[in-house]
């Protein structure tokens, strides 16, 4: 039997995957900040900003907000060739697609089970953007696309193009969509007076019915049974002086919510409610059946018919909310040019990011759309920081990303401005913005392992002591949880499971004190610089040396994997022509990063290398 590939796109080295090394993130408190007071009870300040590319820093977060994130936006560069004041743009296909899918991985893991992910691209990648995301995220859980309009025709120059390219699309995607709910009330607004006009009849009571035909529904195979009634009571509710009397008219509507209905005519093209109204006179009518599609599809309805034409409630395009009926507008994916204004883009944050910074309406609206309060966004193309800028304004957690220079000259004085309350611009009259809260920023620590001067792997000399037992924590799985009273429980894995990170040389009196106060009820993974005992009589210990221990987990040392093609590592198989021309030399090894051959004196992380003599 032939076996069918899976559809999927396929690109020059698309398995040649990294195998990323957890880096643990650095704090630069100079550079954090946060209000000088509260402003609210619900202040957030747990807001990160990290400082570097996104693919180590996403593999960073990954061990503490895997399952976490609520809503990703990306913007990443569209890959349109143009080279834009503030960062690179114009990749090779297949490089782009390779560097975006890799994110993509890191990305769709830390997505929350209800969460939901937004990329915004032009039509260079997006449909190749769009066979990728099905792959990852499965077809089933696409949710749309917007056409996002970013201008109108006029203005824009493109003379000879064939079609003025006036949009961008936004792919929306459920980490689940069975467990997947639209937060927003999509722009619901007050029931007006021309809509009471429309729906202004009340069903108090159907009466009686008696069953007058039945047929097989040709799409379900399910019996379709009609009903016509006597004795039904249908009223209709006043509007005389509707602007005069509107709350008493609204205190009508909202008791009688449900059952308020407008009669409809039906498209001859439908052919099931056609069949159904054939069989239906003057007077009330109602059809039992099993729906075949659309929003109510496998339920079983009655449906209503006054007069030969169907019943539309006003309860399936309205809501009753703090004692008035809003209307829930559906929301198309064409999001025009006049819905998001952008008329003052370039001063929005006060700085001027040209052609990359996106509207933050556009932004509050997707936010909206699909978090509340409280729930993490994250977007790891940050450029000038509008999304950080709307969820922080809405109340919403952060996490922005940003490896050029503009995360410092432009995504901090901008969240500054917010924090602080100085920034009345974009959204921030639409949610009545008063400033507070903060951020913490970051930066991709180094490399925990590093060669000495005779190419030995050893640990980083730039790591103190809680930097190693993070990174190792992260390495190993491990949650980084200090005890101030315990020292030998530096990350738990479970309520009973320790590690310890040490450089020292663990003795066999050592590891036996160390075995008694971990007790028969609990385990522990000591990694340690080297161990002279017979590790094996520890029934409750796991020994490990570093650097041996980690050496296979991952790539060290490689602090580059951003989209810029002059930063992408040379290829293994790159030859270097001889000096004299004649044939090729190996490459050149790339220079050290730190030797060990400096006159400092020994330090804490000399004992890495200690060979240990009873260890294996
Ligand atoms: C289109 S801009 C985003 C604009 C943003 N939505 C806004 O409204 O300001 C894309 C951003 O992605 C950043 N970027 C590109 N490659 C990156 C990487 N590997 N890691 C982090 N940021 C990256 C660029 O520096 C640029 O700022």
């Known amino acids: 039997m032939t076996k069918h590939p899976k559809l999927e796109l396929t690109w020059i080295g698309k398995e040649n995957r990294p195998k990323l090394e957890p880096r643990i993130l650095v704090e630069d408190p100079g550079k954090s900040y946060h209000a000088a007071h509260r402003v609210s009870e619900n202040d957030i300040f747990d807001n990160r900003l990290i400082f570097g590319d996104n693919l180590l820093a996403l593999k960073a977060l990954e061990q503490e907000f895997t399952g976490t994130i609520k809503c990703i936006y990306i913007d990443p560069p569209f890959n349109t060739g143009q080279a834009f004041e503030h960062y690179d743009d114009g990749l090779e296909h297949s490089t782009w697609l390779a560097m975006m899918s890799d994110r993509l991985d890191l990305l769709h893991r830390l997505l929350a089970p209800e969460g939901v992910f937004f990329v915004h691209l032009d039509q260079e990648e997006n449909h190749y953007m769009k066979v990728l995301?099905?792959?990852?995220?499965?077809?089933?859980?696409?949710?749309?696309?917007?056409?996002?309009?970013?201008?109108?025709?006029?203005?824009?120059?493109?003379?000879?193009?064939?079609?003025?390219?006036?949009?961008?699309?936004?792919?929306?995607?459920?980490?689940?969509?069975?467990?997947?709910?639209?937060?927003?009330?999509?722009?619901?607004?007050?029931?007006e007076p021309k809509d009471m006009k429309r729906y202004n009849r009340v069903l108090i009571d159907p009466g009686e019915r008696v069953e007058i035909e039945r047929f097989l529904a040709p799409s379900t195979g399910e019996p379709v049974v009609i009903y016509k009634h006597r004795g039904e009571q249908i009223e209709t509710i006043s509007l005389r002086k509707v602007e005069d009397r509107f709350d008493e008219i609204i205190g009508e509507y909202v008791k009688c919510f449900p059952k308020i209905f407008r009669n409809t005519s039906i498209q001859k093209e439908n052919e099931f409610q056609t069949r159904i109204l054939s069989h239906c006179g003057d007077g009330l009518y109602s059809a039992d059946y099993l729906v075949s599609r659309g929003k109510r599809e496998g339920e079983n309805i009655t449906a209503y018919y006054w007069n030969r034409q169907v019943f539309a409630w006003l309860s399936d395009t309205a809501e009753v909310r703090e004692g008035q009926i809003v209307k829930t507008n559906k929301l198309s994916d064409f999001w025009p040019h006049g819905d998001l204004p952008k008329a003052d883009l370039a001063n929005e944050g006060g700085v001027d990011f040209r052609r990359g910074k996106k509207p933050e309406t556009l932004l509050k609206r997707l936010v909206g759309l699909v978090t509340k309060p409280g729930d993490w966004v994250l977007d790891s193309f940050a450029g000038s920081g509008s999304t950080g800028a709307v969820a922080h304004k809405m109340g919403r957690r952060?996490?922005?990303?940003?490896?050029?220079?503009?995360?410092?000259?432009?995504?901090?004085?901008?969240?500054?401005?917010?924090?602080?309350?100085?920034?009345?611009?974009?959204?921030?009259?639409?949610?009545?913005?008063?400033?507070?809260?903060?951020?913490?920023?970051?930066?991709?620590?180094?490399?925990?392992?590093?060669?000495?001067?005779?190419?030995?792997?050893?640990?980083?000399?730039?790591?103190?002591?809680?930097?190693?037992?993070?990174?190792?924590?992260?390495?190993?799985?491990?949650?980084?949880?200090?005890?101030?009273?315990?020292?030998?429980?530096?990350?738990?894995?479970?309520?009973?499971?320790?590690i310890y990170v040490t450089t020292q040389m663990m003795t066999k009196e050592m590891l036996t004190k160390i075995s008694d106060e971990v007790g028969p009820n609990r385990s522990l993974l000591i990694c340690c610089g080297a161990y002279r005992a017979d590790v094996t009589q520890f029934e409750n210990l796991t020994v490990r040396k570093i650097p041996k221990a980690v050496l296979k987990k991952c790539e060290w040392g490689h602090d580059d994997y951003s989209l810029e093609i002059r930063n992408l590592p040379k290829s293994p198989q790159t030859a270097v022509p001889a000096e004299d021309g004649g044939g090729t030399q190996p490459p050149k090894r790339p220079a050290r990063k730190f030797g060990r051959g400096k006159d400092t004196g020994p330090t804490l992380f000399d004992m890495d290398t200690i060979n240990s003599t009873g260890g294996k």
């Open 133 to 191: 995301l099905d792959e990852l995220f499965n077809r089933f859980n696409f949710l749309g696309q917007v056409a996002y309009e970013r201008s109108g025709v006029s203005g824009i120059g493109q003379g000879g193009a064939f079609l003025v390219n006036t949009h961008e699309y936004i792919l929306c995607y459920a980490k689940d969509k069975a467990r997947f709910h639209v937060e927003d009330d999509r722009g619901a607004t007050p029931l």
């Open 398 to 498: 952060w996490i922005m990303i940003e490896l050029g220079e503009h995360c410092q000259t432009h995504i901090i004085p901008r969240m500054r401005k917010i924090i602080d309350g100085e920034d009345q611009g974009g959204v921030s009259k639409a949610v009545n913005w008063k400033g507070g809260g903060g951020f913490r920023y970051y930066k991709l620590g180094p490399s925990l392992i590093v060669k000495d001067e005779w190419d030995n792997p050893v640990i980083n000399p730039e790591f103190n002591a809680g930097m190693l037992a993070e990174a190792m924590c992260k390495l190993e799985g491990f949650t980084f949880e200090p005890n101030s009273e315990v020292y030998w429980q530096q990350g738990r894995s479970s309520e009973t499971d320790f």
